[in-house]
């Protein structure tokens, strides 16, 4: 992956923004042209909540290329506390903790290294809220 | 808008084709569609293949196509839409000879995915989804799945064994089939002690990794005593990210394309006799019936083990073996569906054969949902 292409994703992956309708209020993750509710172009930025409850979940034990190393590892469709539904790894557990209900909060991790450009990506993951 | 036949017919073994190359199997393909269809005089190609530029680093399908059939100077083009190109293609090649554009059009699908290491093969079907946010996380095409599959068991619950079922009946219906991959009966039980391939899907719930390649030669209907004709072909999209669906077990565009479809055909659900629906794994092939409209939300698992999609049920599902038993050949996958359900409503589909099939209804999907083509086929 070249830099640039990582680079201008930093802020949205690293900090959790989103975007708000300014027309219907939608709130939406990742940011594009247009309100998937409504279709307007009348947008803002909004960091979005960073904890939530897992709505479904997986354990992915055949990884595509440059995810091998972290294999298995979870990954769970979670519904923020502002009703934003984000797909995450979660971390910090093992599979057969995972439960459908479980309260999560973002991490900032390393996501995977690039083994030709040498690139070493960062952006959230999940992680069990204890206690 | 004039009426489009199905012409001819050519389809390659699914297989792990070492010795072939992409390039043969779709020669191999478009051959047999030429012979089955007494011609080979075409004005445009659609080559439909969805992993190539990653598997092979090959791009420019159309002409490479083109030339290898000895049809330099016609119109050519690749078509692709993820798992969906080949019903998307297929939706094309209709629309050229409907239009009157074009008067005799071969559409081809072909995958060749034995070319490519395991890691580079997933990475390839994640390719559907978004790659900065979606496939980013490291999830995989049977992750997604994989999200569903648990929503489903939870939401209505369901058990394991009423979803794996799917699969049975794909193995049951592709005996005998000359062109399926995995021709042979499979049991539950060795389903469901099968290894994980993403909690709670089995390994053996997943449609395998196959090389294939499937061609239909469409011309107007009447000219050539053709017996099948295009009914209808519908395409639609939906919601790209499965976060953001009001509903994760309901795919807008199969709902979408099938009421399209159903209406552009002047045709209701109690007319189709037999259906080809996109099982990459079992869940996909239970929500095809409900997003379809053939069965309510969450009733789908029980039709399919309750017998009703056997060969002699209420409604014939994959009757060559479907994703999972006949075989996966991403790009090609979609015309190996209708090219089926031809066979079918020709009476051509030997041991898998639906007795009195008059109409019959493919359903080819791109992605976790965010494309889908219907097409329905019928005797003319």
Same mark, same amino acid.
């Given at each position: 992956? @070249?830099?640039? =292409? &990582?680079?201008?994703?930093?802020? &949205?992956?690293?900090?959790?923004?989103?975007?708000?309708? +300014?027309?219907? !209020?939608?709130?939406?993750?990742?940011?594009?042209? +247009?309100?998937?509710?409504?279709? @307007?172009?009348?947008?803002?930025?909004?960091?979005?909540?960073?904890?939530?409850?897992?709505?479904?979940?997986?354990?992915?034990?055949?990884?595509?290329?440059?995810?091998?190393? &972290?294999?298995?590892?979870?990954?769970?469709?979670?519904?923020?506390?502002? !009703?934003? =539904?984000?797909?995450?790894?979660?971390? /910090?557990?093992?599979? /057969?903790?995972?439960?459908?209900?479980?309260?999560?909060? +973002?991490?900032?991790?390393?996501?995977?290294? /690039? !083994? @030709?450009?040498?690139?070493?990506? &960062?952006?959230?993951?999940?992680?069990?809220?204890?206690? | 808008? *004039?009426?489009?036949?199905?012409?001819?017919?050519?389809?390659?073994?699914?297989?792990?084709?070492?010795?072939?190359?992409?390039?043969? %199997?779709?020669?191999?393909?478009?051959?047999?569609?030429? #012979?089955?269809?007494?011609?080979?005089?075409?004005?445009?190609?659609?080559?439909?293949?969805?992993?190539?530029?990653?598997?092979? *680093?090959?791009?420019?399908?159309?002409?490479?196509?083109?030339?290898?059939?000895?049809?330099?100077?016609?119109?050519?083009?690749?078509?692709?839409?993820? $798992?969906?190109?080949?019903?998307?293609?297929?939706?094309?090649?209709?629309?050229?000879?409907?239009?009157g554009l074009c008067d005799s059009v071969l559409v081809g699908g072909v995958e060749?995915? $034995?070319?490519?290491?395991?890691?580079?093969?997933?990475?390839?079907?994640?390719?559907? #989804?978004?790659?900065?946010?979606?496939?980013?996380?490291?999830?995989?095409?049977?992750?997604?799945?994989?999200?569903?599959?648990?929503?489903?068991?939870?939401?209505?619950?369901?058990?394991?064994?009423?979803?794996?079922?799917?699969?049975?009946?794909?193995?049951?219906?592709?005996?005998?089939?000359?062109?399926?991959?995995?021709?042979?009966?499979?049991?539950?039980?060795?389903?469901?002690?099968?290894?994980?391939?993403?909690?709670?899907?089995?390994?053996?719930?997943?449609?395998?990794?196959?090389?294939?390649?499937?061609?239909?030669?469409?011309?107007?209907?009447?000219?050539?005593?053709?017996?099948?004709?295009?009914?209808?072909?519908?395409?639609?999209?939906?919601?790209?990210?499965?976060?953001?669906?009001?509903?994760?077990?309901?795919? #807008?565009?199969?709902?979408?394309?099938?009421?399209?479809?159903?209406?552009?055909?002047? %045709?209701?659900?109690?007319?189709?006799?037999?259906?080809?629906?996109?099982?990459?794994?079992?869940?996909?092939?239970?929500?095809?019936?409900?997003? %379809?409209?053939?069965?309510?939300?969450?009733?789908?698992?029980?039709?399919? $083990?309750?017998?009703?999609?056997?060969?002699?049920?209420?409604?014939?599902?994959?009757?060559?073996?479907?994703?999972?038993?006949?075989?996966?050949?991403?790009?090609?996958?979609?015309?190996?569906?209708?090219?089926?359900?031809?066979?079918? %409503?020709?009476?051509?589909?030997?041991?898998?054969?639906?007795?009195?099939a008059e109409v019959g209804l493919a359903q080819s999907v791109g992605g976790l949902?965010?494309?889908?083509?219907?097409?329905?086929?019928?005797?003319?």
């Open positions: 992956m @070249s830099v640039p =292409r &990582y680079w201008r994703e930093i802020r &949205y992956r690293y900090r959790l923004i989103g975007e708000r309708c +300014a027309d219907c !209020g939608a709130l939406f993750f990742p940011r594009r042209g +247009a309100c998937p509710q409504c279709g @307007s172009k009348n947008l803002e930025e909004c960091k979005l909540s960073e904890r939530g409850t897992v709505a479904s979940w997986t354990v992915i034990r055949n990884p595509p290329r440059d995810y091998g190393k &972290y294999s298995p590892y979870v990954v769970a469709l979670v519904e923020l506390d502002d !009703g934003v =539904r984000v797909l995450s790894q979660v971390v /910090d557990v093992e599979p /057969d903790e995972m439960k459908t209900g479980m309260r999560v909060e +973002a991490t900032f991790r390393r996501v995977k290294e /690039d !083994g @030709s450009s040498g690139l070493i990506e &960062y952006g959230y993951k999940f992680r069990p809220i204890i206690g | 808008m *004039r009426k489009v036949a199905v012409s001819g017919v050519g389809l390659t073994g699914i297989r792990e084709h070492w010795g072939k190359s992409l390039r043969d %199997l779709f020669e191999e393909a478009a051959l047999k569609a030429f #012979e089955d269809a007494g011609t080979d005089d075409i004005d445009a190609l659609y080559v439909s293949n969805m992993g190539a530029a990653n598997l092979q *680093r090959q791009l420019n399908l159309g002409a490479m196509m083109a030339d290898a059939l000895g049809k330099r100077g016609i119109d050519a083009l690749r078509v692709e839409a993820a $798992s969906a190109s080949g019903g998307v293609a297929f939706h094309e090649g209709v629309k050229a000879v409907a239009s060749k995915m $034995s070319d490519g290491l395991p890691d580079e093969v997933t990475a390839s079907l994640a390719m559907a #989804e978004d790659q900065e946010y979606t496939a980013y996380t490291g999830i995989t095409k049977m992750g997604m799945n994989a999200l569903i599959h648990r929503h489903y068991m939870e939401r209505f619950g369901v058990g394991a064994e009423e979803i794996a079922m799917f699969a049975v009946r794909g193995h049951e219906h592709a005996r005998g089939c000359p062109h399926a991959q995995y021709p042979f009966k499979i049991s539950v039980d060795r389903i469901l002690s099968s290894p994980m391939e993403a909690d709670p899907i089995h390994m053996l719930e997943c449609a395998g990794i196959g090389d294939g390649a499937a061609a239909v030669l469409l011309r107007p209907a009447g000219e050539s005593g053709d017996c099948v004709e295009v009914a209808s072909t519908a395409v639609a999209s939906g919601h790209y990210y499965l976060t953001e669906r009001p509903d994760i077990l309901t795919f #807008e565009a199969v709902r979408g394309a099938a009421a399209r479809a159903l209406e552009y055909a002047g %045709l209701s659900h109690g007319d189709i006799d037999l259906v080809e629906v996109h099982d990459d794994t079992t869940i996909t092939g239970v929500l095809a019936l409900e997003d %379809l409209g053939f069965v309510d939300n969450g009733k789908g698992a029980t039709y399919v $083990s309750e017998g009703l999609t056997a060969r002699d049920g209420e409604l014939p599902t994959n009757t060559f073996g479907g994703l999972k038993a006949r075989g996966n050949p991403v790009g090609a996958t979609g015309l190996y569906q209708v090219a089926e359900v031809a066979l079918q %409503l020709r009476g051509q589909a030997g041991p898998c054969q639906v007795e009195g949902g965010s494309t889908c083509a219907v097409t329905i086929l019928r005797r003319r």
